[in-house]
């Protein structure tokens, strides 16, 4: 059974937490964790790009020059697509590029992420992270603290806490979500993962509760 070194707020060791990657999801596809990522980007684009069709552009609708004895190519009107100014041939328009993969493999790509991360040892537990009031200030000290200072993180809570939110909201590079927040894509775009012990025996609880249902 590996360990993960448990830390305190400032960087100090404070014991071990015993977790395998197995014991987040038995295996790790690197197949469905691409699948997963592509799908949450394609539903953050916004496809709004639009252009016009030479139905749209403005310009008289009549035939420039007489088809025959000018000497010069056949030409319709000046929306033509194949004019300066003229409409797109084929203009582009607004859409949907969202879709959705299963629940059970999207649930399971988040899983995977997180087992990649413990693989790959790109995660730090930290016993407890809590703040009385918004304190950037104090949350930029644990992150230099624990070593998180000059990479791109992801902080991790059992639940949704607003003090750390408002915390680390300011701070570049660093974003912060509970537990049920997580999926493949915002686990494995960061370097790091800084996760409280609370949150790691949630996600453990949860894949657990997963692999016995």
């Known amino acids: 059974m590996a360990s993960l070194v448990v830390f305190d707020s400032s960087g100090k060791k404070v014991g071990t937490y015993s977790i395998e990657a197995a014991d987040i999801a038995p295996q790790i596809s690197k197949q469905l964790l691409h699948d997963a990522v592509v799908m949450y980007q394609a539903n953050e684009r916004q496809g709004s790009a639009s252009s016009k069709t030479r139905a749209m552009v403005s310009g008289s609708t009549k035939k420039m020059y007489r088809q025959k004895g000018t000497g010069n190519a056949r030409a ?80 991790t809570t059992a639940e949704h806490d607003v003090n750390v939110y408002k915390s680390a909201r300011n701070i570049s590079d660093v974003t912060v979500t509970p537990v049920s927040g997580l999926n493949a894509l915002n686990v494995l775009s960061p370097s790091k993962l800084l996760v409280t012990k609370d949150a790691l025996d949630a996600i453990k609880a949860g894949a657990q509760a997963k692999e016995a249902s």
């Open 76 to 155: 319709g009107h000046r929306r033509s697509g194949v004019r300066r100014g003229g409409g797109h041939i084929f203009a582009k328009g607004p859409r949907d590029f969202g879709y959705r993969l299963p629940k059970k493999a999207v649930r399971l790509a988040t899983r995977m992420a997180i087992a990649s991360k413990i693989e790959d040892d790109e995660i730090v537990v930290v016993d407890k992270l809590s703040f009385d009031q918004p304190a950037t200030k104090d949350m930029a000290a644990t992150l230099k603290a624990l070593g998180l200072s000059q990479t791109t993180t992801l902080v």
